[in-house]
């Protein structure tokens, strides 16, 4: 039985990214497919100081029992969405190392042109000390996203579809 879990960005009710996220999970085959929350608390040394809030535990127990994370995040000047990287400096701060050595692929959907491309080199700086497996490509970046999905939420464009699919592939589920 295989495990993907999900990670979006954005969290927005209409969030492209969370489409994207969705039909990643959608074509990843898996057993077993979970959407991480993201509504945390703002990382804050204090709040820490009295334990981990039980959603950041949460999340980082999903990450440590998922065969693979895919993860789709929008761009925000330029960056990944202060929501990811405040979800990632919480799980750092977790016993164990959660994302060590896990599968990870990284996608984005964006409005402009380039379809996140900035987003997803930000997320890849921040994942380095994470020392997870992080995948190459090939690389998903949905421009327009507000057009890209049909209304089952898939992707129209099948260079795009194509894309996904070679790289979830290599997630080897």
Known sequence: MTTVLGISG??????TNTLLMR??????????????DLRLPLYDGDLEADG??????TLANQ??????VVIATPEYNKALSGVLKN???????TDGKPWADKLVAIMSAAAGRAGGERSQFSLRL??????????????????????A???????????YAKALDGLVGQLGL
Not at 23 to 36: K, M, N, Q
Not at 63 to 68: L, S, V
Not at 132 to 145: C, Q
């Open 52 to 57: 981990l809030p039980v959603a950041v535990q």
């Open 126 to 147: 921040c994942m380095v000390p994470f020392g997870a497996r992080v995948l190459t490509g090939p690389e998903v970046l949905v421009a327009a996203s507000h057009s």
């Open 23 to 36: 039909e990643a999970l959608r074509v990843s085959g898996a057993d077993t497919l979970i959407e991480a």
């Open 10 to 15: 954005s969290l927005r009710a209409a969030s």
């Open 149 to 159: 999905f049909d209304e089952d939420g898939r992707l129209i464009d099948e260079r």
């Open 87 to 93: 979800a990632l400096d919480w799980v750092s701060r």
């Open 63 to 68: 990450i440590t029992i998922a065969d693979a």
